[in-house]
């Protein structure tokens, strides 16, 4: 059951400045609908319901005039500079329905020596009692050689979570650490295919000596005599 009770108010003024006047009220404007009901246009306490979005896939109990509702978020709009929710999209859910969500994947453990772990699929798509929606995925990676490779078939998943995803979504990867030598031969490798030379530098040194010695070689005899008293 939904430990985020949120407290709405409802709200008749609509469009851009008067989205405004409530998120300078430290309010968030949000609209909920669901099962066939008329969307219901609320306000939503602005601090509460940011840390109870913390968490994804958060159970919403939205309070509006003292009759309760489940929620979950839909969709969410955040501010691109500042960490402001700017308007939310709720859908109503209830107990014992099944809902479809996108579930993080969380690695736990540590793979084998001169490995690297690389998650593939961020998330996965489950189907889910909504009144059940798990935090994240586990996945132990411990002690795991190169070359293993975590589908989502073979993930665990809580009780009467159902697979939406592809059974053969790639989830994690388990691959070789490349050595520095081997990372130095594929860039030389990749600047020879792109004809990048790269100049000795014991041969521009011996250029600019060459130089030197022919610049001297062609001064007039006075300024040798000078440049050797020099």
Known sequence: MSDNKLVAETRTQFGKG??????????????????????????????DTMMALKVANALLTIVIDGKEQLALAKDVQRDAIKPVIEHIDLVIVRKGEKVTVDVPVHVEGEAAPETVVTVDSQTVQLEVEATHIPENIVVSVEGLEAGTQIKASELVLPSGATLVVDADTLVVNITQQISQEALDAEMAEAEAEAGIEHEEAGDGEAAEGDAAESAEGDAPEGEKAESEDA
């Not at 008067?18 to 602005?46: F, N, S, W």
């Open 18 to 47: 008067a989205a405004r006047k409530i998120r300078r009220d430290h309010k968030i404007p949000a609209v909920m609908y669901g099962h066939g009901a008329e969307p219901v246009h609320i306000t939503l306490p602005g601090h």
